[in-house]
């Protein structure tokens, strides 16, 4: 091991990944999760009928918000300059599909960031959304795609606009 290398983490210890030798490359990262409301439930956010105002707009910009603060929410993320972010709110029948890309050259990859998207999103739908109805549930939230770095393109199998 070099002299400038930080020793191996003893057991049970968390250590941010040493990323400093890996070329910047372009990278892209797919997400999506789904909160199941019901049809009553959907149709208000549908009509735009619940107290707190736009559920899917409102769902869309704290993906946003989320991603960009990904490295502050998950211990071991490296902070990255992402060159864009973009979520999308939508109903598909009883449910909120939510969809985030998220794209940056860095020496990592981005699917924490499209992840964290999604997520928060999820859980906003969920705040807005609570007092017209219980039962609500949210997943999966998943990774679909992502590129970039050495091991190129990863897509998920059954990644099709099936589950719709």
């Known amino acids: 091991m070099p002299e400038d290398s930080p020793p191996p983490p003893a057991p049970g210890d968390a250590r941010m990944v040493d990323v400093g030798a890996k070329p910047i490359t372009r990278r892209r990262a797919l997400a999506e999760a789904y909160v199941t409301v019901g049809r009553a439930v959907a ?39 992402l060159d864009a972010v973009e979520v999308e709110a939508a109903l598909a029948g009883d449910r909120v599909r939510i969809r985030a890309e998220v794209r940056a050259e860095a020496r990592t990859g981005v699917e924490m960031e499209a992840l964290t998207a999604c997520a928060v ?4 739908v969920y705040d807005m959304v609570k007092a017209a109805a219980r039962g609500l549930e949210i997943g999966p939230v998943r990774l679909l795609e992502k590129e ?17």
């Open 148 to 164: 970039g770095g050495a091991s190129g393109r990863w897509t998920r199998q059954e990644h099709t606009d099936a589950a719709d």
């Open 43 to 81: 149709v208000r956010i549908e009509a735009d009928d619940l107290p707190k105002g736009s559920v899917l707009e409102t769902a869309r910009l704290a993906g946003i918000q989320a991603a960009k603060r990904t490295a502050t929410l998950i211990p071991l993320c490296h902070p990255l300059p």
């Open 121 to 124: 999103a999820a859980l906003t």
